[in-house]
């Protein structure tokens, strides 16, 4: 069984920084898609940022292209998304998830990820 545990949520202006963590545990982690998606209210769960464990290869959301960035600790079994020049509209719960079975080849399908994070909060003010 795979857990994951987000951390690194918060309140940050706008402009601010954030950087948050995933620690996953149960099972090797080869061959694994990890990635970070995010829920604001009232709307639909979406893609932000996906990375290859294996490989570190990454994709990104239009949306945070160029401000966030996934990276992947192997020795720490921890994922990583650094948000940088955070806006309002970024103020979702930010949910970690994993693709145990290399379902993904886009890394952006939410049903490609069978294994979900608790969430984490974050909220950015103007």
């Known amino acids: 069984q795979v857990q994951l545990v987000e951390s690194g949520g918060g309140l940050v202006q706008a402009g601010g920084s954030l950087r948050l963590s995933c620690a996953a545990s149960?099972?090797?982690?080869?061959?694994?898609?990890m990635a970070w998606f995010r829920q604001a209210p009232g709307k639909e769960r979406e893609f932000v940022a996906g990375?290859?464990?294996?490989?570190?290869?990454?994709r990104y959301a239009d949306s945070v292209k160029g401000r966030f960035t996934i990276s992947r600790d192997k020795a720490k079994n921890t994922v990583y998304l650094q948000m940088n020049s955070l806006k309002p509209e970024d103020t979702a719960v930010y949910y970690c998830?994993?693709?145990?079975?290399?379902?993904?080849?886009?890394?952006?399908?939410?049903?490609?990820?069978?294994?979900w994070g608790q969430g984490t909060q974050v909220t950015v003010s103007s």
């Open positions: 990375i290859r464990w294996s490989t570190g290869t990454s």
């Open positions: 149960g099972r090797p982690f080869s061959g694994y898609t």
């Open positions: 998830a994993a693709d145990s079975r290399s379902t993904s080849t886009t890394m952006r399908g939410l049903v490609d990820y069978d294994y």
